[in-house]
């Protein structure tokens, strides 16, 4: 039978664990390019202190800038402190594959991993044709003459008056 472990109640130890699991779990950051103001570890604490407390995104994040000794088992510094949207950024990128069951990180770091054969590149999926008046759409079928609609000439802003000065008494005749 394995051991049990004690429940902490504690939201910094909670934190200090949860920071060396994912030190251990995660790659220090999202990408080479990112900001490297705060690593994936520290986001993910922060997430699991989030879900302890029961505290929304804006919350968590206060929380966080009175906190001091938080901020310090976390290696925060003094006055930098994540902005609700990184940690919300993070939730959605750490904990993609959490809500489903499955995994949250595939083997090469990127979360959600896409199904087998699937190409995630927004060049992938298919171009709709244009269905703005007087374009052509592109169909495999043959085309004929009367397929395709004539050119139409469009009015021009000048030939409307939309280019004319607007007044008091644009768009109204004046009797006298």
């Known amino acids: ?104 990180l595939a083997p090469n770091g990127s979360s959600s991993p896409a199904p087998p054969g699937a190409d995630s590149s927004p060049r992938a999926a298919p171009r709709r044709p244009s269905t703005r008046p007087g374009w052509r759409r592109t169909t495999s079928a043959p085309t004929t003459p009367t397929a395709t609609r004539p050119a139409t000439r469009r009015p021009t802003p000048s030939s409307t008056g939309a280019g004319r000065r607007r007044g008091a008494t644009a768009g109204r005749s004046i009797r006298s």
């Open 1 to 104: 039978m394995a051991p049990t472990r004690a429940m902490t109640k504690s939201a910094v130890q909670l934190a200090r664990e949860a920071l060396v699991v994912g030190q251990r779990a995660l790659p220090r950051y999202s990408g080479p390019r990112s900001r490297h103001d705060y690593t994936q570890p520290q986001l993910f604490a922060l997430l699991v202190v989030k879900q302890m407390l029961r505290l929304d995104y804006r919350g968590v994040a206060t929380l966080v800038g009175e906190w001091g000794e938080l901020r310090r088992a976390l290696g925060l510094r003094a006055g930098k402190v994540p902005h609700y949207s990184t940690l919300c950024y993070a939730a959605h990128r750490l904990l993609a594959g959490a809500e489903k069951g499955g995994p949250s």
